[in-house]
Nanobody, 130 residues
C-alpha cells in the first residue's frame, strides 16, 4: 500500500525556518517527479516546488530564493527547507508523487491538484505569525 507521511510542520514567527519531510512507503519513487503543494483556508491547492527524477527543481515564484526542495532516494524521503517564512506561507502543506511520470515539471506544479494519477500525503500544517 502506497503511503506518504509528512512531518515537520509547526508554528513560527515571520523570518523563521522550518524543514518539512515526507517519507514514502510501499513503493520506490526514484523514477518519478515529486513535489510539495499547499492549501490555505478558503483557497485552492497550489504548487510550491517540484523535483524530478534527475534532481532538477522547479519553484513557484512566491517561494523562489526562500524554499529548497530536495530528496534522499536511499531513505525514500522528500524534503522542503523553508527559510525567511512569511505570514502568507501559512497553509497545509502536502507532498505528492506524480504517478504519470511523463508530465512537464512546471505544468505539474501549476496543474497538479487538478490532475488524476497523483499520490498525496495527509498534510502538515505550517503557521507563520507576524
Amino acid at each position: 500500500q502506497v503511503q506518504l507521511v509528512e512531518s515537520g510542520g509547526g508554528s513560527v514567527q515571520a523570518g523563521g525556518s522550518l524543514r518539512l519531510s515526507c517519507a514514502f512507503f510501499g513503493y520506490t519513487w526514484t523514477n518519478y517527479q515529486m513535489g510539495w503543494f499547499r492549501q490555505a483556508p478558503g483557497k485552492e491547492r497550489e504548487g510550491v516546488a517540484v523535483i524530478d527524477a534527475d534532481g532538477s527543481t522547479t519553484y513557484a515564484d512566491s517561494v523562489k530564493g526562500r524554499f529548497t526542495i530536495s530528496k534522499d532516494n536511499a531513505k525514500n524521503t522528500l524534503y522542503l527547507q523553508m527559510n525567511s517564512l512569511k505570514p502568507e506561507d501559512t497553509a497545509m502543506y502536502y507532498c505528492a508523487v506524480d504517478g504519470a511520470s511523463d508530465r512537464a515539471a512546471d505544468w505539474w506544479l501549476r496543474k497538479g491538484p487538478d490532475l488524476g494519477n497523483n499520490y498525496w500525503g495527509q498534510g502538515t500544517q505550517v503557521t507563520v505569525s507576524s
